[in-house]
């Protein structure tokens, strides 16, 4: 007990209790996901611009505490920089991009990539902050050493279940003392969400660290509730945006290259605020991005594109909470690069029934892909001669429905519908 308090009393004289004069920020979204999915959102609840070059995000890892003399380590902190204008929020993502990474270095879900303002500590070894787990306090702090708001408690690693911090990593829980295992684990593998009633930081070291009482818990991976929040202060003139029109339905060829635009959908906001748009639904599995400040719906995966249509989910924000539209998209099993030519191609037995089809073309056969309805490649086969006709066994792939590529020797490509029975 002696000790503890000699450690509070040293957190407390070496940091200012509270904040120096004028508008701070709240952490305001809390990501501790698999793997590199980690975020912090900032939100500025005031009426004020804030100058983010005054503050930095600190990790206390693993129960770490502050010097009481001297600086700190530059490795557990990220110094941020911009402008948070008033009633806006900033998203802050781990910068792990790199596709072909694994392990540590592995990429950040693309759904997680979309809602990034700023990407932040790219190497563990100059800045770790976002390399949280449910077991690290995370701090939101003045350059001047001043605490302005707390995720956590400070100095204080929780266990998991069984006692121990790892297999799983311990966390903050729902049942009280919060760190000793018993109960929920909220603060790892959750998405945390500040309540709309909390407009003032935590800049006081807690005994206890009760998420619920300042939170609300989401499951893990949940990322459609970065880049606005709602807040008691925000502006009861506020109204929101409104979709420009009631429907939108988009056609693209199957063989369209990545960065190829679906279409455009667009919003206006009474208030003239400036908005943003997000895919909500299907945006980590199907293959299309949007960008984020005009409203244009892209091809971002070819090799995941299939011929089936798509309805999308789309938000669009002013900063609060978002309005919501569906997108239908076509994509049109015809190729692009042979609309003008006249090779034609029968396929026998379709459906598929004694595990073999025999394809037939009035052009050479270069080759054959066949892709399943998650878009992941199931078969490829070449014919190097060249031939109008090419049995294609198919004894190994389960029943469903695929979609069958033909290319022909000029290179030009077509695209057919097979049923595996």
Same mark, same amino acid.
């Given at each position: 007990?002696?000790?503890?308090?000699?450690?509070?009393?040293?957190?407390?004289?070496?940091?200012?209790?509270?904040?120096?004069?004028?508008?701070?920020?709240?952490i305001?979204?809390?990501?501790?996901g698999?793997?590199?999915?980690?975020?912090?959102e900032?939100?500025?609840p005031t009426?004020?611009?804030?100058?983010l070059?005054?503050?930095?995000?600190?990790?206390?890892?693993?129960?770490?505490?502050?010097?009481?003399?001297g600086p700190?380590?530059?490795?557990?902190?990220?110094e941020?920089?911009?402008?948070?204008?008033?009633y806006?929020t900033r998203?802050?993502?781990?910068?792990?991009?790199?596709p072909?990474a694994?392990?540590q270095?592995?990429?950040?879900w693309?759904?997680?990539?979309a809602?990034?303002?700023?990407?932040?500590c790219?190497?563990?070894?100059?800045?770790y902050?976002?390399?949280?787990n449910g077991?690290?306090?995370?701090?939101?702090e003045?350059?001047d050493?001043?605490?302005?708001?707390?995720f956590?408690?400070?100095?204080e690693?929780p266990?998991?279940?069984?006692?121990g911090?790892?297999? /799983? @990593? *311990?966390?903050?829980?729902? #049942?009280?003392?919060?760190? =000793?295992?018993? %109960?929920?684990? !909220? &603060?790892?593998?959750? +998405?945390?969400?500040?309540?709309?009633?909390?407009?003032?930081?935590?800049?006081?070291p807690v005994?206890?660290?009760?998420?619920?009482?300042?939170?609300?818990?989401?499951?893990a991976?949940?990322?459609?509730?970065l880049?606005?929040?709602?807040?008691?202060?925000s502006?009861?003139?506020?109204?929101?945006?409104?979709?420009?029109?009631?429907s939108?339905?988009?056609?693209?060829?199957?063989?369209? /290259? @990545? *960065?190829t635009s679906?279409? #455009?959908?667009?919003?206006? =906001?009474?208030? %003239?605020?400036? !908005? &943003?748009?997000?895919? +909500?639904?299907?945006?980590?599995?199907?293959?299309?991005?949007?960008?984020?400040?005009?409203?244009?719906?892209?091809?971002?995966?070819?090799?995941?594109l299939?011929?089936?249509d798509y309805?999308?989910?789309?938000d669009?924000?002013?900063g609060?909470s978002?309005?919501?539209?569906?997108?239908d998209?076509?994509?049109?099993?015809?190729?692009?690069?042979?609309?003008?030519?006249?090779?034609?191609?029968?396929?026998?037995?379709?459906?598929?029934?004694n595990?073999?089809?025999?394809i037939n073309?009035?052009?050479?056969?270069?080759?054959i892909e066949?892709?399943?309805?998650?878009?992941?490649?199931?078969?490829s086969?070449?014919?190097?001669?060249?031939?109008?006709r090419?049995?294609?066994p198919?004894?190994?792939v389960?029943a469903?429905?695929?979609?069958?590529?033909?290319?022909?020797?000029?290179?030009t490509?077509?695209?057919?519908?097979?049923?595996?029975?």
């Amino acid at each position: 007990m002696k000790k503890l308090l000699l450690l509070n009393a040293a957190i407390l004289l070496s940091f200012s209790l509270f904040s120096q004069s004028g508008p701070d920020p709240i952490i305001s979204e809390y990501v501790e996901g698999w793997s590199t999915n980690k975020a912090i959102e900032l939100y500025n609840p005031t009426d004020t611009a804030i100058d983010l070059s005054n503050y930095r995000l600190t990790r206390y890892s693993n129960g770490s505490v502050p010097p009481p003399t001297g600086p700190l380590n530059t490795q557990w902190y990220v110094e941020l920089s911009g402008m948070l204008m008033p009633y806006k929020t900033r998203v802050f993502v781990l910068d792990k991009r790199d596709p072909e990474a694994q392990g540590q270095d592995a990429p950040v879900w693309d759904a997680l990539q979309a809602r990034a303002d700023t990407f932040v500590c790219p190497l563990y070894n100059e800045s770790y902050t976002l390399y949280f787990n449910g077991d690290d306090a995370v701090a939101l702090e003045k350059l001047d050493d001043s605490f302005i708001d707390i995720f956590g408690k400070i100095g204080e690693r929780p266990v998991n279940s069984t006692g121990g911090t790892s297999s /799983p @990593t *311990g966390g903050w829980t729902d #049942t009280d003392p919060f760190n =000793d295992g018993s %109960g929920i684990n !909220l &603060s790892g593998d959750h +998405t945390l969400v500040r309540k709309p009633d909390i407009i003032t930081g935590v800049s006081t070291p807690v005994d206890k660290f009760n998420i619920l009482t300042e939170w609300d818990s989401l499951p893990a991976n949940t990322f459609t509730s970065l880049g606005w929040h709602d807040c008691s202060t925000s502006p009861d003139t506020n109204q929101k945006p409104a979709f420009d029109a009631d429907s939108y339905a988009f056609d693209i060829k199957i063989d369209d /290259p @990545t *960065g190829t635009s679906a279409g #455009t959908v667009s919003a206006t =906001d009474p208030n %003239g605020d400036e !908005l &943003s748009y997000y895919i +909500t639904a299907g945006n980590s599995y199907d293959p299309f991005k949007i960008n984020r400040s005009t409203g244009e719906i892209q091809v971002a995966k070819t090799e995941e594109l299939y011929w089936q249509d798509y309805t999308l989910t789309i938000d669009v924000t002013d900063g609060t909470s978002p309005v919501s539209k569906t997108v239908d998209i076509t994509v049109e099993g015809g190729y692009t690069g042979i609309q003008n030519l006249s090779h034609s191609v029968d396929i026998y037995p379709n459906p598929v029934i004694n595990g073999f089809i025999e394809i037939n073309a009035t052009a050479g056969i270069a080759g054959i892909e066949i892709y399943n309805l998650t878009g992941k490649r199931v078969m490829s086969l070449l014919n190097e001669g060249g031939s109008r006709r090419i049995n294609v066994p198919l004894k190994n792939v389960e029943a469903g429905v695929y979609m069958l590529k033909l290319r022909f020797s000029d290179d030009t490509m077509t695209a057919r519908k097979i049923l595996v029975r």
